[in-house]
């Protein structure tokens, strides 16, 4: 998604400086800067503050996740909280000190379970978020970001602009590894089945999601930076698609 925000912002003119532990694996990047670097690191992101003069926006989409097979397993918990936990104290900390505008981008994931689970569900409200039970650690850090960000507001005056998202897929994306999302997990699946194969669907097929392509997550997102609301709101699609659907 960053590295779309970036091919965005800079058709739009602006000086783009983009940050993440590698360069974008399937395509060029449009940063003017690209800097490679870890963001759990307060280091670096004092070394960004003292090098570079401060940025009018930022977009936060760093954090340690993945696909169902890397947040669901158990096994990262530790590393998806501590991690994203860190690279959000480092980056809001920047924000404040530089005045700048930011972006934080959540995730549905914070929704309770027992509602994401149900496929007879018209869709998630953001008031829906509460009382608390989100389905994986993910999503509690994620939930515990969206309090930290707005605890800045409301304390130092930091500017922020919160979105769930749903589901965003599209070119230049995971696909495999463990961290791919479901339309693409689906789609290297048949690609690599031979005739007569069957593919794997995880669950029974009957879990619905809120899939949105990558174009119009990112025009969510700058519409949403150019209004007044800082209060989270999903950026997702009305339509509810089952995964039985999907691998149709």
């Known amino acids: 998604i960053g590295s779309h925000m970036a091919t965005r912002l800079k058709e739009e003119g602006y000086y783009v400086c983009g940050i993440d532990l590698k360069y974008p694996e399937y395509a060029e990047t449009s940063c003017d800067r690209f800097i490679i670097g870890d963001l759990t ?22 954090a340690d996740m993945g696909g169902a097979g890397y947040i669901f397993t158990g096994e990262n918990d530790a590393n ?3 991690n994203s936990c860190s690279i959000n104290l480092n980056v809001v900390t920047y924000a404040t000190l530089m005045k700048s505008k930011i972006f934080y981008s959540s995730s549905a994931c ?28 993910y999503g509690y850090e ?3 970001s969206e309090r930290l960000y707005d605890a800045y507001r409301r304390n130092y005056g930091l500017d922020i602009r919160v979105a769930r998202f749903h589901n965003i897929f599209g070119i230049n994306g995971t696909y495999q590894g463990g961290k791919e999302k479901a339309p ?48 989270p709101i999903n950026i997702g699609s009305d339509e509810m698609i089952s995964i039985n659907d999907l691998a149709k």
Request: hydrophobic share 35%.
């Open 41 to 62: 690191e307060m280091n670096l992101v004092k070394i960004v503050g003292v090098q570079y003069y401060p940025f009018d926006e930022v977009y936060q989409f760093a």
């Open 80 to 82: 998806v909280m501590s």
């Open 110 to 137: 914070i929704y309770p379970q027992q509602i994401q689970e149900d496929p007879n569900n018209k869709g998630l409200k953001e008031s829906d978020a509460y009382p608390v039970n989100p389905d994986s650690e």
């Open 184 to 231: 693409a997990a689906m789609c290297r699946k048949v690609a690599e089945a031979k005739g007569g194969d069957v593919i794997e669907v995880w669950g029974d097929g009957l879990q619905t999601r809120s899939f949105l392509y990558i174009d119009e997550c990112i025009e969510g997102v700058r519409r949403l930076m150019g209004s007044e609301f800082y209060q």
């Open 142 to 144: 994620k939930l515990f």
